[in-house]
């Protein structure tokens, strides 16, 4: 439940990223990058820490904390990136 619910506010966080970008993008015509690596930044930090959490206090090992990062941060990594490459 947990993942799932991590994983929604990863699109919505996206999702305003490229809203901001959108009403940017008349005045700097990088809003579109700067907002995909921003976010790809900020989400990387975010699923750290979550991360963090789950192996210095929850007790998890990084080897059952792991598979979990990978999915939490690249699914909606590489949803952004090919969002970008492909529509912004």
Do not use: C, D
């Not at 929604?8 to 993008?25: D, E, R």
């Amino acid at each position: 439940m947990r993942t799932g619910l991590f994983l929604l506010a990863g699109f919505l966080l996206l999702a305003a990223t490229v809203i901001v970008a959108k009403l940017f993008s008349e005045n700097f015509q990088n809003a579109a990058s700067v907002a995909i690596t921003t976010f790809v930044a900020l989400w990387l930090a975010l699923t750290s820490f979550n991360m963090w959490v789950g192996v210095s206090k929850a007790g998890y090992g990084v080897a059952e904390e792991l598979p979990v990062w990978l999915v939490l941060f690249g699914v909606p990594a590489v949803v952004a990136i090919v969002l970008k490459w492909k529509a912004l």
